[in-house]
């Protein structure tokens, strides 16, 4: 049996990076795991663009750099493309269960990818059966 492979939703990092007074010390958890390689994170590239329009939307471009380069160098952390079975997954998920469609992007790549667990903090993705979709 090979490593655990945890999907992260974008809301994991903006918890840790903007220090959510209630889920930043659970993020962080997770992100040490998958930094120190006891499991193998995979974060869809559609959540780089959520993760950065927030800073940028504040003209924080130097932030939204920082940020690009963490994610980037993160250890252990693998940043999917959107390829063309994440889209016919995602249209596939958007069908099925009406999710907006990065939801459904993040939810395909991690189906993509052979998450175990897709890790996020959006109750209204529990109904997805194709993955393990656990709570933050």
Sequence with gaps: MGQRIVAL????????????PSYAERAARVLREVRD????????????IELL????KE?????AVQYERHI?????LVVAPL???????ASDMRAQYD?????????????????????TNDKALRKVREVSVEML
């Design 53 to 56: 329009t927030g800073p940028k």
């Design 99 to 119: 999710l907006r469609t990065p939801d459904a992007v993040h939810i395909a790549t991690a189906i993509d990818m052979d998450a175990d667990v897709f890790l």
């Design 83 to 89: 390829s063309e079975r994440v889209i016919w997954l």
């Design 37 to 48: 390689g006891k499991c193998s994170g995979v974060f869809a590239s559609v959540g780089m």
């Design 72 to 76: 980037a160098s993160f250890p252990h």
């Design 9 to 20: 939703d974008t809301s994991v990092f903006i918890y840790l990076l903007e220090d959510h």
């Design 59 to 63: 003209g924080r471009y130097d932030i």
